[in-house]
């Protein structure tokens, strides 16, 4: 080794240092460039949350640069016309029978009653809204990024169109969609009235479609994250591919004299 750098022209040899002291910070500026691009979300944005909660039962599924982005890729499911024609045909009266006994069974707990002013968030062309209505909630309504007249209104979930405290009852199966779940769960708490009831048909065993934005491990993080709220009830459920149902309410403030 030492014969044959030796026997290098000198001029190799300079060229091999300068080429050495060069590298170094141009090696550098290449790991700067590499660091995560954490500042190019844009000001519209809701606050950015991290990527993995708790105990890494909660994940965000990476690949969305922008806010706009991600709702780019929300309406492209919602406004599939394939989609939409299926729901409201061959998926209508069926899942509607299959929503209407998930909501009478919370009925029968008085968890929601037929006076209950109802939201579904999520809700596409409105099956569950539809399902409430028909067994006597009719004060229900519902929300998605593009509207479905009469049942649905236009409404992101990340940032609810109604003022606080106007739900007696909440109801989604769209949490594995949300991009920031702080923000999904804080709006619900913000629009449930005292002691009103949201209900969450979530998926922990089986990993959703591509559209979602999060996987979700355990009810853990929900639990966490439904800061002002009580659990009521945790069960089993079979829900169009969903697996946990999640019941909580939200607490009433205790009035001091
Ligand atoms: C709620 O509404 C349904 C459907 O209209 C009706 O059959 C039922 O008796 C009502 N329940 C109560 C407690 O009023
Ligand atoms: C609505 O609720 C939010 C969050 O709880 C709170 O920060 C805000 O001040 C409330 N707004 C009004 C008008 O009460």
Redesign the pocket.
């Known amino acids: 080794m030492k014969i044959a750098t030796q026997t290098k022209p000198p001029i190799l040899r300079k060229c091999f240092l300068l080429f050495l002291l060069l590298s170094v910070p141009l090696f550098l500026l290449l790991l700067l460039s590499l660091q995560p691009k954490r500042q190019q979300r844009t000001t519209t944005d809701p606050t950015p949350e991290k990527l993995s909660y708790g105990s890494g039962d909660l994940k965000i599924r990476p690949g969305y640069d922008s806010y706009e982005s991600y709702i780019q890729r929300q309406l492209k499911k919602t406004l599939n016309p394939k989609l939409r024609e299926v729901w409201t045909t061959r998926d209508w009266d069926r899942k509607i029978q299959v929503f209407a006994l998930f909501f009478e069974d919370l009925k029968r707990k008085r968890l929601l009653?037929?006076e209950s002013k109802a939201l579904c968030i999520g809700a596409r062309v409105g099956q569950e809204v539809e399902a409430l209505r028909?067994?006597?909630?009719?004060d229900s309504v519902g929300i998605d990024l593009v509207p479905s007249p009469p049942l649905v209104i236009r409404g992101d979930f990340h940032n609810q169109p109604f003022d606080n405290e106007t739900f007696d009852f909440e109801f989604s199966n769209v949490f594995d969609h949300a991009l920031y779940p702080h923000r999904f769960v804080a709006e619900i708490e913000r629009t449930l009235k005292p002691g009103g009831v949201c209900v969450l048909h979530v998926a922990l065993s089986r990993r959703s479609d591509k559209y979602s934005a999060n996987d979700l491990y355990s009810v853990k993080p929900l639990v966490e994250m439904f800061k002002g709220s009580e659990v009521v009830r945790i069960r089993k459920v079979d829900g169009f591919g969903l697996d946990t149902e999640v019941v909580f309410r939200k607490n009433i403030p205790i009035l001091r004299s």
């Not at 028909?134 to 009719?138: A, K, N, Q, T």
């Open positions: 009653l037929n028909r067994i006597g909630v009719s």
